[in-house]
């Protein structure tokens, strides 16, 4: 079993490379054969229409329409299903699988297996919903298959995912969109405008807060409910049985699966946070996370947290307290503490606000104006993914790419290795490494579960 | 000898202890713990407890003692708590003791462990741990020793050991592509 699926891991990067030479020895499909070819598909060819017989390969034209494979389909990954254009629904829970297959047009393929839906010739971008430990390896696959991405947040697990993720979009040349959809947020535009021209002056510490991470809950190891193939859903982590307040939802509250709010939520008031301080080519020289451990229950994340990141040219700090502050009863979000003003960001999805006065804020012709894709939708999560099928075509960096995503997601990834050693640690944002702490360094990458690689 | 709910007690006590956000009483509790080793044998017994709040809070000191010895400048420590790990990991203790021990010694071993902790790649119950732990150990002698355990281990077991080395033998190909401004 592990041998016949290792196999087939690296079957797949030589199919795509002998799709690859198939593809440039052929013409080009034009536009006119499409239409003429339109007969065929009412005489019963499959309802999605292969886009790379429209396009060149891995390019589909600006008016083509793309077609997706939905891996991970459960929680907010189903939220990204385009009904009309799916070739494909993958989940490792086969209820997640039926439901969703209701809301969809034509016969999708129906898989718990997700190279299934990398093998398919016609799908040209998947979206990734999946826990957070198979992000990376699914990303890296499907950008070596040619697969453009929108993985959900946080980017990875590990300094050594994220590495390995930027690596393969940079090297296989694809469109990877994480979902931190603040970066398409008007509110969080208008904070970050209004911080970036200097009105709350020069700021010298962002504070986040949060509401506590969830404690409680030991569950029962058991076996697993029919539906669900566990040790799919375990995929590269650590093999344990089966336990109800492990399984979903709540992986979020174990540090081999996820790693608690600070890698949740966290990731998008993060990310808001590095927007408005202009730091998405910089990185913090130190951090050091306090908190207290959950003393009931399977859940591994510390219960309350505070953590503190140091930058330097400028210097400033950011902090994450849980409970903290909870400025006017909000469960999440940022305070900006400037040298003449503060300023309140909430949230950092597709929930952000902000304060009055940023909200009326337009800079002057000469000031800074951050861009902002100009989408008609009051959904910031909408627009996070218009954004993201509007780079397919073009071919540009999305807005929250897989860079940015990674450099943003090293906060809580270094913040949750301090929290588990114990101490503060330095870190070289340019190696990616800890400085003079080689048992920090041990924890950067996660070993795999075989047949599970990078 | 304090009796056993008290000692439970105080297990979970000192957990939140060295956990705590003041350093001052970080350092108390540490300072109480006295000499880390000697503690790995006893918290490893109780973290196999039907009361499920003291077992946890016993692997969990276990954790933070691990990570407390592999600190930079500690390296005897780190010797003496991990010669203690391996101990328990070679043991007649049930399983998940077993294995919560060689997952800490991938933190805390050196290249003076990895023999003992090779030895286990041939112990089925505890094999797949033995070898995540030395992924995590840098170092030639690791490095040998899943050389040496691809050519003499089992058929089935062969592919973890081949993946763990392909896996050390990756290196990071981004290294400050990040930073670079769009």
């Not at chain 1, 996370?289 to 400028?314: C, L, R, Y």
């Not at chain 1, 540009?396 to 290795?417: C, D, H, Q, T, Y």
Request: aromatic share 6%; proline share 6%; charged share 25%.
């Amino acid at each position: 079993m592990l041998k016949s699926n290792s196999k087939a891991l690296l079957c797949l990067s030589a199919e795509k490379e002998k799709r690859g030479k198939a593809l440039k020895t052929k013409n080009p499909i034009t536009r006119r054969d499409l239409i003429k070819g339109s007969a065929a598909v009412v005489a019963g060819m499959p309802y999605v229409l292969p886009s790379g017989v429209i396009a060149l390969p891995g390019r589909p034209g600006p008016n083509d329409r793309i077609v997706y494979g939905h891996i991970g389909i459960g929680g907010m990954g189903r939220s990204h299903v385009v009904a009309d254009s799916c070739a494909a629904l993958c989940d490792v829970d086969s209820n997640h699988l039926a439901e969703v297959a209701k809301t969809v047009k034509g016969t999708p393929l129906l898989t718990k297996d997700y190279r299934e839906v990398l093998d398919r010739k016609d799908i040209d971008a998947v979206t990734i919903g999946t826990p957070d430990h198979w992000h990376a390896i699914m990303a890296v696959h499907a950008c070596q298959a040619g697969k453009d991405v929108y993985s959900e947040k946080p980017t990875c697990r590990t300094i050594q995912e994220g590495q390995a993720m930027v690596n393969a979009a940079q090297q296989n040349k694809r469109v990877v969109q994480i979902g931190a959809q603040g970066r398409s947020n008007p509110m969080a535009h208008k904070a970050c405008q209004f911080i970036r021209n200097g009105q709350i002056g020069k700021v010298n510490h962002v504070e986040v807060w949060h509401s506590n991470n969830w404690s409680g809950g030991w569950g029962t190891e058991k076996a697993p409910p029919l539906e669900l193939d566990w040790d799919k859903w375990l995929g590269p982590a650590r093999w344990r049985p089966y336990n109800s307040d492990c399984a979903h939802f709540n992986f979020r509250w174990l540090m081999d699966f996820g790693g608690g709010f600070i890698r949740d939520r966290g990731n998008h008031v993060l990310s808001v946070a590095m927007w408005c301080m202009d730091a998405d080519t910089k990185g913090p020289v130190s951090v050091e996370a306090t908190g207290q451990s959950n003393p009931n229950g399977i859940w591994d994340v510390p219960v309350t947290m505070q953590v503190k990141w140091e930058f330097k040219n400028p210097d400033w700090t950011m902090t994450w307290d849980q409970p903290g502050a909870q400025y006017d009863k909000i469960e999440w979000g940022a305070k900006y503490h400037g040298d003449r003003d503060t300023l309140i960001v909430s949230g950092g999805d597709g929930g952000c606000d902000t304060e009055e006065k940023a909200k009326r804020y337009s800079p002057p012709a000469d000031g800074k104006h951050i861009f902002l894709d100009p989408y008609v939708t009051d959904d910031p999560t909408e627009r996070h993914r218009q954004n993201w099928r509007s780079c397919i075509k073009s071919r540009e960096k999305p807005v929250m790419s897989v860079e940015l995503g990674f450099n943003v997601v090293i906060l809580p990834i270094i913040a949750n290795i301090s929290y588990q050693l114990g101490r503060k640690l330095r870190w070289d944002s340019l190696m990616h490494r800890f400085i003079g702490d080689e048992e920090a360094n041990r924890m950067l990458a996660q070993p795999y579960r075989a047949p599970y690689f990078l | 000898m304090l009796e056993e709910s008290k000692l439970w007690a105080r297990v979970v006590e000192l957990l939140m202890h060295v956990k705590s956000d003041k350093a001052e009483i970080r350092t108390a509790a540490w300072n109480e713990m006295g000499k880390l080793s000697e503690k790995v044998i006893p918290l490893s017994d109780l973290s196999s407890s039907e009361d499920k709040p003291v077992a946890k809070a016993a692997k969990g000191l276990l954790e933070a003692i691990a990570h407390r010895a592999a600190r930079p400048g500690a390296k005897e420590e780190a010797k003496e708590v991990s010669e203690k790990l391996l101990e328990v990991a070679s043991s007649g203790r049930p399983v998940p003791v077993r294995a919560w021990a060689l997952h800490l010694l991938g933190f805390t071993a050196d290249g003076r462990a990895v023999p003992g902790i090779a030895r286990l790649l041939k112990v089925t119950e505890v094999q797949e741990e033995a070898r995540l732990a030395l992924e995590r150990i840098p170092g030639s002698a690791s490095t040998s020793a899943l050389k040496g355990a691809s050519k003499t281990t089992s058929a089935p077991f062969r592919p973890n050991i081949e993946q763990s080395l392909r896996a050390r033998e990756a290196t990071p190909k981004t290294v400050g592509t990040t930073l670079v401004k769009r």
